[in-house]
């Protein structure tokens, strides 16, 4: 059973910094993307960074600069690390692993940004 568990969210102040993590289980790790997806209320689904064979990176371009997805591969575990927090980074964040073999899905965490 395929299994994706996120943490790390949490209410921070504007220019703060958190990190979130996402352990997958009951995948071939390696062999997926890794993507961090996330949803403010009444906004659209956003693709927030993606991660390719644990090396090519792409970001959405409301956080180049300040949001940097890595992987730990014998960890099992995809981190996104948020600097320069804004208040309209709050939303719920979703760790994705997509790949031919199928499109899975954590149970997201809550980020908060206000002073």
């Known amino acids: 059973q395929v299994q994706l568990v996120e943490s790390g969210g949490g209410l921070v102040q504007p220019g703060g910094s958190l990190r979130l993590s996402c352990t997958a289980s009951?995948?071939?790790?390696?062999?997926?993307?890794m993507n961090w997806y996330r949803q403010a209320p009444g906004k659209r689904h956003e693709l927030v960074a993606k991660?390719?064979?644990?090396?090519?990176?792409n970001y959405a371009d409301s956080v180049k600069g300040r949001f940097t997805i890595s992987s730990d591969n014998t960890q099992n575990t995809v981190y996104l690390q948020m600097n320069s927090l804004k208040p309209e980074d709050t939303a719920v964040y979703y760790c994705?692993?997509?790949?031919?073999?199928?499109?899975?899905w954590g149970q997201g965490t809550q980020v908060t940004v206000s002073s």
């Open positions: 009951g995948i071939v790790f390696r062999t997926f993307a």
């Open positions: 991660l390719t064979n644990g090396v090519s990176t």
């Open positions: 994705n692993a997509a790949a031919t073999a199928g499109d899975f």
